[in-house]
């Protein structure tokens, strides 16, 4: 959720919902004029946002992203296999082979 640039999330009491018509930048502490609240600017400013996120993401039938674009979760991952015993061959574990062989056979070259 992206909440418009100008939205008065640190000017507006997160008690009772009145807008401060100014609030410097130096300060930190928000105390609202009708309830008497008295909090941190930014945890006031982040209580607005979070009530602001539940509002808009309760307003669709559809979770959404960052981009807001439907987000549609998979109903299923993949899914594990276990593997039969004796399928694989005696010997390999599973690791790549050193590098310049093919398995774990030793190559010779005939002359």
């Not at 939205?7 to 997160?14: D, E, F, G, I, L």
């Amino acid at each position: 959720m992206v909440a418009d640039r100008w939205y008065p999330s640190s000017k507006t009491c997160s008690s009772c919902g009145v807008v401060r018509a100014k609030l410097a930048l130096s300060e930190r502490t928000y105390t609202c004029t009708l309830c008497g609240l008295v909090l941190d600017r930014d945890v006031n400013a982040a209580r607005n946002l979070a009530a602001l996120a539940v509002t808009v993401a309760g307003s669709g039938s559809e979770t959404r992203n960052g981009r807001g674009a439907d987000r549609k979760t998979p109903l299923a991952g993949p899914v594990a296999v276990k593997r039969q015993p004796g399928t694989a061959k005696a010997g390999n574990t599973g690791t790549v082979p050193p590098q310049g062989r093919t398995s774990n056979h030793e190559h010779t070259n005939a002359s």
